[in-house]
């Protein structure tokens, strides 16, 4: 069970990209979420799946003496579903541009998002990519009210 939990119902073992593929697989999930339940439903589905996440990484490490394994993705899918709660509309181009945006924040962990990436434990594999799911999502979501804004 853990291991389909920290991988993203195994999402992350798919060859070359884990980080891609657990995002596309967590963004997809949040778009089926919000086909049903408000947006904000994802902003608590982040606070629960980070305060598991970090106890069942934690125990993985230990476990293993891997830290931040590529197989697990689970800091993704928290970092999308983050950019995606915060995204003024949850329209599915939008949605697409917040995905791009997370992915150029994880890949090349630009300030404090590199700093972060550092930290030991499970609160280290998280907290780098709920940042940079909140720059992602602040990123997309200027563009947003600035597309409205001047173009609509």
Same mark, same amino acid.
């Given at each position: =069970?853990?291991?389909?939990?920290?991988? $993203?119902? *195994?999402?992350?073992?798919?060859?070359?990209?884990? $980080? @891609?593929?657990? @995002?596309?697989?967590?963004?997809?999930?949040?778009?089926?979420?919000? /086909?049903?339940?408000?947006?904000?439903? /994802?902003?608590?589905?982040?606070?629960?799946? @980070? +305060?598991? &996440?970090i106890k069942e990484i934690d125990k993985f490490e230990q476990q @293993? $003496?891997? #830290? %931040?394994?590529?197989?697990?993705?689970?800091?993704?899918? &928290?970092?999308?579903?983050?950019? +995606?709660?915060?995204?003024?509309?949850?329209?599915?181009?939008? +949605? &697409?541009? !917040?995905?791009?945006?997370?992915?150029?924040?994880?890949?090349?962990?630009?300030? *404090? +998002?590199?700093?972060? %990436?550092?930290?030991?434990?499970?609160? $280290?594999? =998280? !907290? %780098?990519?709920?940042?940079?799911?909140?720059?992602?999502?602040?990123?997309?979501?200027?563009? *947003?009210? &600035?597309? =409205? #804004?001047?173009?609509?």
């Amino acid at each position: =069970m853990r291991r389909c939990f920290l991988t $993203g119902c *195994y999402s992350g073992l798919l060859p070359k990209a884990p $980080g @891609t593929w657990g @995002t596309l697989f967590g963004a997809l999930l949040a778009w089926v979420i919000l /086909l049903f339940l408000p947006q904000s439903t /994802l902003f608590y589905l982040v606070i629960l799946t @980070t +305060i598991i &996440a970090i106890k069942e990484i934690d125990k993985f490490e230990q476990q @293993t $003496g891997i #830290h %931040d394994d590529p197989s697990i993705v689970i800091d993704e899918i &928290a970092g999308i579903w983050l950019a +995606i709660s915060i995204l003024p509309s949850t329209n599915p181009i939008w +949605i &697409a541009l !917040a995905f791009f945006f997370f992915r150029f924040f994880d890949i090349k962990k630009p300030s *404090y +998002i590199g700093k972060l %990436d550092k930290l030991p434990g499970g609160f $280290g594999v =998280m !907290a %780098d990519d709920l940042l940079a799911g909140v720059l992602a999502g602040l990123c997309a979501g200027v563009i *947003y009210v &600035a597309f =409205m #804004h001047y173009v609509v």
